[in-house]
């Protein structure tokens, strides 16, 4: 059974630190290309942040570059996003997301149709 469950969230005043987990079990992580989405109240669904299955892409969505860093490690099925200099409009549910491997991409996918595996997402508040 195919599992994704973030941890992580929480409150936090504007200019802090969090970083997000999402623990994978189900499938094989190592070739999955893995994603950050974020849905904000009232809001569509945003891609945030995006790794291949080889590391050797990484994408950012432009409100975040140079704030949000995403690793994975295969050995722990693993999947971080470490999010720095938050801000109010950063205020989300955050899901992780994975594609279905071995995956295809050479490239990043920002859609969500491009994934086939979510969480249930974890709170991010953050406050003025």
């Known amino acids: 059974q195919v599992q994704l469950v973030e941890s992580g969230g929480g409150l936090v005043e504007a200019g802090g630190s969090l970083r997000l987990s999402c623990a994978a079990s189900?499938?094989?992580?190592?070739?999955?290309?893995l994603a950050w989405f974020r849905q904000a109240p009232g809001k569509e669904r945003e891609f945030v942040t995006g790794?291949?299955?080889?590391?050797?892409?990484?994408y950012y969505a432009d409100s975040v570059k140079g704030r949000f860093a995403i690793t994975r490690d295969n050995a722990k099925n693993t999947v971080y996003l470490d999010m720095n200099n938050l801000k109010p409009e950063d205020t989300a549910v955050y899901y992780c997301?994975?594609?279905?491997?071995?995956?295809?991409?050479?490239?990043?996918?920002?859609?969500?149709?491009?994934?086939?595996?979510w969480g249930q997402g974890t709170q991010v508040t953050v406050s003025s």
């Open positions: 997301a994975a594609d279905r491997p071995p995956s295809h991409v050479s490239t990043v996918p920002t859609t969500a149709t491009a994934y086939d595996y």
């Open positions: 189900g499938f094989t992580f190592s070739k999955s290309t």
């Open positions: 790794i291949t299955w080889i590391g050797a892409d990484v």
